[in-house]
């Protein structure tokens, strides 16, 4: 996924920090805090997000503030080279999607009680989008190739 300082970098213009919010799986096992860099969320529309998520996965960049409280069944599975997604080992529920080292955290925006707050700002690996729906309004968009292009930059410019 590629939201919040992402998202900054084709254009959007997203909010400073917001203030910490609380999220929750499905059953409530699994309950976290975390602070949204922006009010901008993303839409990834990649086959292993659709998979994961039954759906189109919409997050919010979090840094790295996702905290879960002690004792949540939080389970992961390694989907990529970089990449990790959290779930709950009670109910299943998608909560967060992450850079393996945790540098980078998208919560789910449905973990929250309110997902409408956040705007979706972007759609990412559109070229991947199944032609049988639309998102409405506009936003940017970034392929799959550039998605990609975006991580190897990023980790270029880590090293």
Known sequence: MVHGRQAARVGETLMAETTQLSGSCMCGACSFTATPSGQGAGACHCGMC???SGGIFMSVDCGNSVEFAEGSPVKSYKASDWGERLFC???GSSLVWQLQDGSMQNASIQCFDKPGQ??????VFIDNKPANYALAGERNTMTEAEVIALFAQNAEGQS
């Open 118 to 123: 956040f705007d979706l700002s972007v759609e």
């Open 50 to 52: 659709r998979h994961w």
């Open 89 to 91: 080992g009670e109910c």
